[in-house]
């Protein structure tokens, strides 16, 4: 190793477009997409990197790169092998597939090799080295797998193994037989199985490897073609040549002479080339900070029209709503942010409407409503079987109640929701009850697996029995309840069936497929949208849904939308639920990321869906024994338990507060009028890191929750506002909600170390709890305004402008 050249150690380029990558070679290769999103595809599958991911390349695995956008790098790293090892290594990983907490470490010493890239005339020797065996260290011990043969594998596992054995070791002598002798088992056992994993056998799989290599070098290097026969594993050069002529068609020497002509020929294989990183530094700073800075110039005249009347809260499992703590503490809501809806279920529960010798008990039931209508809402009722589940942290289901029924009997199920839309229409009006909607929920079937409640969705009908959990079993029963309900409410929304995007993505083709062939079809179909949904994990299901993708909402969206489209199944589309994590024992439900991410996940969503519902309203909801004395605990409501708003509550609460003619949107910006009014709503959303995704739920608290997301530096806009009257005076009302600004674990901290409140301190913490407020006066420059707006990370700005 070459101690005074340390960049012969370490090369980095730009990628461009498209490019394909092989390599055969012992370093390491990494893909990081400082900003922007690169398309890595192997063989079917395929990974979408966006800011600060990255992506190992492994070694002779082949992988087309393309759609590169923005700033994205490619590191080829020297690596030498322990010599003492008897195995190889090879390194294998990226930050969509598998989160780890070592993620953040990799793309961290990514950027700090950018950086010294970029100040490469001033950094030290001892510097760049530190940094290079850092990197080195952190992929040894996470992402770098030992490539042995193990004779007590099984199934697919053995297959695996002996491929990925292949993989590193083709150039070998390598053979049939000896790989047979190094797992303890027959040539003929060996080949077969293999082939019937794999599709070819053994020896030919060999062969293909080293003629893979062999192509490779024959077209992008000068090298003899006896060197790059031995250097691919072929001990004998008449058979070499025999093979290639048989699988290529021609010899190696016509086939270099007909390739190369199209490519730069090197004298060794493909290496990446170093560039003018200056302009790097634009992207990174001290604590890897950027600043972005805007100028924005919009016309008061014209627009188009803004549709807020689209939200839905989730209000809980209805038995919540007869508890007056609840009540009182959800109360203010009606008066900030301006929901459509209020959306509950478990209402058929046999504790809630109870059957009395054939006669119902509508007293909970008449509470329960008019809870809701008192809030001002509509209610939203889930007819569903489902029961309460309270998420606790990484992997836990802390609680869960089942939804409790008399009988199995789909005839009673049919009867109890005759009486209820029969007794809401005596009680509110046929007018008030058309308005509200109804849902009825699909169970999962491994959910309920792991939640020991699959029986409840077995029910006896017509002398035959039916699982809700099944496609067929679900559209039966969904038919007959649309059936009975139109008979008493022919205008009520009726639909579902709360399809999880992330869990049922398998199924969903298949599932509305089905649906759209029906005589009956939905109202509206309904979504629950979670990036970080652990359900999968919780229940150890495959493909656990961690997205990374900062528009994940949307592009669900848009994925059901083409589907719908594509099979011509015309309804309106509800995403019921939605939140970053289901989990409600996670700090990042209490932080100020979460107005950013609702502002970032509704303003584009709202022109594409029908009704969009955020999950959920209170902590209350979420509360449980072992959070019984604390106040905040990672709860996924907008407010605490006892009704202190978070920065979250705050988001909705711009947004009710927006014109309804929308002037100018863009990301991080919305600016809107009424018939008096100039309203700017402004966000800074920063996403993310790879150290939020600790297998350890105690890595984060109050204390240090900004460690799991981008350092994003500022956001500084300049916004002039055409069109206004000539010299006149416009007074401009800000409120502004961030880290500083009324954040709620911020002024916890300041406030107290205590996670217990008396009375007067949660009255204390309401009134801390709230966006600063600051006016001020400006005139205009001809018929002109401008205002400057300077956003830290997760800050939300909503300003009001009117003339003084």
């Known amino acids: ?91 294998k990983g990226d930050s969509i597939t598998k989160v780890r907490s070592a993620d953040f470490e990799v793309t961290q010493s990514l950027k700090h090799l950018l950086l010294l890239k970029s100040q490469a005339d001033t950094v030290s020797i001892n510097q760049l080295y530190r940094e290079y065996f850092t990197l080195l260290t952190i992929l040894e011990k996470y992402y770098a797998f030992s490539v042995t043969l193990s004779k007590n594998a099984q199934g697919r596992n053995r297959i695996e193994e002996i491929k990925n054995y292949i993989d590193v070791n083709f150039e070998k002598e390598l053979t049939l037989t000896n790989l047979a002798q190094r797992i303890f088992v027959s040539e003929q056992y060996l080949s077969k199985i293999f082939k019937e994993e794999i599709g070819i056998g053994v020896s030919e799989y060999i062969i293909k490897r080293r003629l893979e290599k062999v192509r490779r070098y024959l077209t992008e290097t000068e090298l003899p073609i006896t060197d790059i026969a031995f250097e691919s594993g072929f001990s004998n050069i008449n058979s070499f040549n025999r093979l290639f002529k048989k699988y290529q068609g021609v010899t190696p020497s016509v086939y270099r002479n007909e390739t190369k002509q199209s490519v730069i020929i090197n004298s060794s294989p493909k290496e990446v080339v170093e560039e003018d990183f200056t302009d790097v530094q634009q992207y990174l700073s001290d604590g890897f900070s950027t600043s972005q800075q805007k100028k924005i110039l919009v016309s008061t005249e014209g627009g188009r029209k803004l549709d807020t009347d689209k939200l839905l809260i989730n209000l809980g499992f209805a038995e919540d709503l007869l508890h007056r703590s609840y009540i009182k503490s959800v109360k203010p809501i009606s008066q900030y942010a301006r929901f459509k809806y209020g959306r509950i279920w478990g209402i058929i529960d046999q504790s809630i409407l109870k059957d009395v010798d054939g006669e119902f008990d509508f007293t909970k039931i008449d509470d329960i409503l008019q809870a809701i209508l008192d809030l001002g809402l509509k209610p939203f009722l889930d007819l569903g079987l489902k029961g309460k589940t309270v998420h606790g942290a990484n992997r836990q289901i802390l609680s869960h109640t089942a939804l409790k029924l008399p009988t199995q009997e789909m005839e009673d199920l049919l009867r109890r929701y005759e009486a209820l839309i029969d007794h809401c229409i005596e009680k509110f009006g046929v007018e008030e009850v058309s308005g509200w909607c109804i849902e009825f929920w699909k169970p999962e079937k491994s959910v309920l697996d792991f939640l020991k409640s699959e029986q409840l969705t077995t029910f006896n009908y017509k002398g035959n029995k039916i699982d809700l ?12 309840c649309y059936k009975r309900i139109k008979i008493l409410l022919p205008n009520i929304k009726v639909g579902g069936c709360g399809l999880n995007v992330s869990v049922e993505t398998e199924i969903l083709e298949t599932f509305l497929k089905e649906w759209s062939q029906r005589e009956i079809h939905p109202d509206f179909l309904s979504l629950s949208i979670f990036p970080i949904d652990m359900t999968k994990d919780i229940m150890k299901l495959p493909r656990m849904r961690i997205s990374a993708d900062t528009d994940y909402t949307l592009q669900s969206v848009f994925s059901v939308k083409r589907l719908l489209e594509k099979l011509n199944f015309a309804t309106l589309l509800y995403v019921t639920e939605f939140n970053v994590t289901i989990n409600s024992r996670d700090i990042i439900n209490d932080t100020c990321f979460k107005g950013p991410y609702i502002l970032k996940n509704t303003l584009p969503v709202l022109d594409e869906i029908d009704l969009l519902g955020y999950w959920q309203l209170s902590d209350f909801s979420s509360s449980a024994t072992d959070v019984a004395k604390q106040e905040f605990f990672g709860g996924s409501g907008l407010i605490t338990k006892n009704g202190i708003p978070k920065p979250a509550f705050f988001a909705f609460d711009f947004l009710g507060h927006l014109g309804d003619v929308v002037l100018h949107q863009s990301d991080g910006l919305m600016i809107t009028k009424s018939s008096t009014k100039l309203f700017i709503l402004s966000y800074h959303y920063s996403h993310l890191n790879g150290r939020y995704y600790y297998e350890d739920d105690h890595v984060f ?45 911020h002024q916890a901290n300041n406030f107290s170390s205590s996670i217990r409140y008396r009375e007067d301190e949660i009255n204390y913490m309401r009134y801390r709890c709230i966006p600063t407020l600051s006016r001020d006066i400006q005139e205009t420059i001809g018929d002109s305004l401008t205002v400057s707006l300077e956003l830290n990370p997760h800050d939300m700005i909503f300003m009001e402008i009117t003339l003084d």
């Not at 890595?40 to 395929?46: A, K, N, S």
């Not at 608290?701 to 006149?728: P, V």
């Open 469 to 480: 959990a099944t496609y067929q079993g679900y559209l039966t029963y969904f038919e007959q």
């Open 1 to 91: 190793m070459d101690l005074l050249n340390p960049w012969g150690h370490i090369v980095i380029s730009s990628l461009r477009k498209n490019e394909q990558y092989q390599f055969y070679d012992n370093k390491i290769r990494i893909v990081y997409s400082l900003r922007g999103s690169v398309c890595i595809r192997q063989d079917d599958h395929e990974i979408v990197l966006g800011n600060n991911d990255f992506f190992i390349i492994t070694k002779a695995q082949r992988y087309d790169i393309s759609q590169t956008v923005g700033k994205v790098f490619c590191f080829t790293i020297d690596y030498v092998r322990n010599s003492l090892s008897p195995t190889e290594s090879l390194f």
């Open 701 to 745: 608290d109050r204390y240090n929750a900004l460690e799991m997301f981008e350092a994003d530096g500022k956001s500084q806009i300049e916004i002039t506002l055409k069109g206004l009257l000539e010299g006149r005076q416009y007074q401009i009302k800000q409120r502004k909600m961030g880290i500083n600004d009324g954040a709620l674990i």
